[in-house]
């Protein structure tokens, strides 16, 4: 078996510092290329001193005629090594980015197989060359601070460990590697060509840096612990201010810009991250700005689009970040007994009720026109209210109530059949509504 130096450092790695034993179930995430043969290579390897499992995970991206033959090797391949092999064909893509939606199709995949097989780690092939081409196009384009550092070796899932044991190593170690001891791989013929960004990093700036200094890749491996270090430090101090400033989703603004700048912008990064926890390619620090200028803006309501059909909604002092479809808009729901609406509150009519406050509604049947119903607001929507002559549009009356904007186009509103609007909710009582001592045979109650 030949290791050479720098594959020994991998192999020390996986044994010393990860300590793998005989009980440990290892998801392998294979293409069949060079890169994720020579990583099986060394498990086996471990393998045949120390009982661990093995499960091959290998996902056909069906973009290629190369495809059905690559997972055809690979297939035999795992056969014939007694490695169980696991594999899924996708179908069709959406109108997101090609290579973001295979990621989250692929590491979906990964983690039914985790489950399917209890196992304990995950492990990709993903290299030093990855990590400088990682670090350079977030660097280009813009990132956070835990983004700038690129790939993490070793990252903590709620039931696995993600790993990435090579990237210590580079493309031709690896390359090195699996001739020497002539290990089989496939080649992707789309990594050949500068159509893709990633690409264009590896075949044009890659090269003049390795020029400049062969061993490059363990500056950057370095330069990307390094930023993690900061970023685990960072964290560690957050950790007590985040609790009070971002509370269910709702980040304080008046809190959060009492903090320092740089932790202003960690905070908001860290919600960034946990909302795109596989997907930081998706946002930049374009977002993190567009979101700090919307925190800081004069305007008491305002939102921004975010990728992925996320808003961040600016709603007096707090700000959420939410997905849009999560957002329940245009409903109409005759009132009966009970009505339970899709923001989790319910309209019931009672027999009797003590109070007397906006969550209770009397009214007397003989002034409307049955039957009633609670819907979202309509555009013009007006109410007439007690010792005012005239009426007021809801939109005024969600305004000087400080009802968030988000919460505004899905707030019940209970109208007559004739379209009076009667009351709204928790809000706001309407001139059909009676008090206690008056006449009424509808009592309304919101919970």
């Given amino acids: 078996m030949v290791f050479g130096d720098y594959m020994e450092e991998v192999y020390k790695f996986l044994l010393e510092d990860l300590h793998l ?3 440990d179930i290892i998801v392998i995430g294979c293409s069949g290329g060079p890169d994720s043969m020579a990583l099986m ?3 086996q390897t471990i393998r045949s001193s120390i009982n661990i499992s093995l499960i091959c995970v290998h996902i056909n991206h069906n973009v ?6 690559e997972e055809a090797f690979l297939k035999r391949y795992c056969f014939d090594n007694n490695i169980v092999f696991e594999t899924m064909t996708i179908d069709k893509y959406g109108d997101d980015n090609f290579h973001n939606e295979a990621r989250k199709i692929r590491y979906h995949f990964y983690e039914e197989i985790i489950h399917k097989y209890n196992a304990n780690y995950l492990m990709t092939a993903h290299h030093g060359d990855d990590l400088i081409e990682t670090i350079l196009m977030r660097i ?4 956070t601070l835990k983004g700038y550092a690129g790939i993490e070796p070793v990252s903590y899932k709620d039931n696995y460990t993600l790993v990435r044991p090579l990237l210590g190593v580079t493309k031709d170690e690896l390359m090195a590697y699996d001739q020497d001891n002539k290990i089989p791989y496939v080649i992707d013929q789309s990594n050949l060509k500068d159509k893709y960004t990633r690409n264009r990093y590896r075949h044009v700036v890659l090269p003049f840096l390795k020029k400049e200094d062969p061993y490059v890749h363990k500056k950057f491996q370095k330069f990307s612990q390094t930023l ?21 989703n709702c980040i304080n603004i008046a809190l959060l ?3 320092e700048p740089l932790i202003q912008k960690k905070i908001i990064s860290n919600i960034l991250e946990t909302i795109y926890p596989d997907d930081l390619n998706q946002i930049n620090d374009v977002h993190l700005y567009s979101i700090m200028n919307l925190i800081k803006s004069s305007k008491a309501n305002a939102k921004i689009d975010l990728p992925g059909q996320y808003q961040a909604i600016k709603s007096y002092n707090e700000l959420q970040i939410i997905r849009n479809m999560d957002i329940t808009f245009d409903y109409e729901i005759i009132i009966d007994e009970k009505v339970n609406l899709p923001s989790k509150h319910s309209i019931t009519k009672v027999e009797d ?7 209770v509604c009397r009214l007397l049947s003989s002034e409307l026109t049955l039957p009633l119903y609670v819907r979202t607001r309509h555009l013009g929507d007006r109410m007439q209210l007690k010792k005012i002559n005239g009426s007021k549009k809801l939109k005024d009356i969600f305004i000087d109530c400080k009802v968030p ?4 186009d899905s707030w019940p509103v209970v109208v007559d059949s004739a379209n009076n609007v009667l009351w709204i909710p928790g809000i706001k009582k309407s001139k059909f509504t009676k008090h206690k001592n008056e006449k009424y045979d509808i009592i309304l109650k919101y919970n």
């Fill in 64 to 69: 290629r005629q190369e495809s059905k033959k």
């Fill in 405 to 408: 904007v988000n919460e505004r």
């Fill in 41 to 43: 290579h060394i498990l």
């Fill in 228 to 248: 993690l270090e900061y970023d685990q430090y960072i964290n560690k101090v957050l950790k007590e201010k985040i609790q009070t400033i971002y509370v269910d």
């Fill in 257 to 259: 810009l009492k903090e």
């Fill in 140 to 143: 280009t384009r813009g990132s």
């Fill in 21 to 23: 034993n005989s009980n």
């Fill in 353 to 359: 009720e003590e109070s007397n406050n906006n969550n």
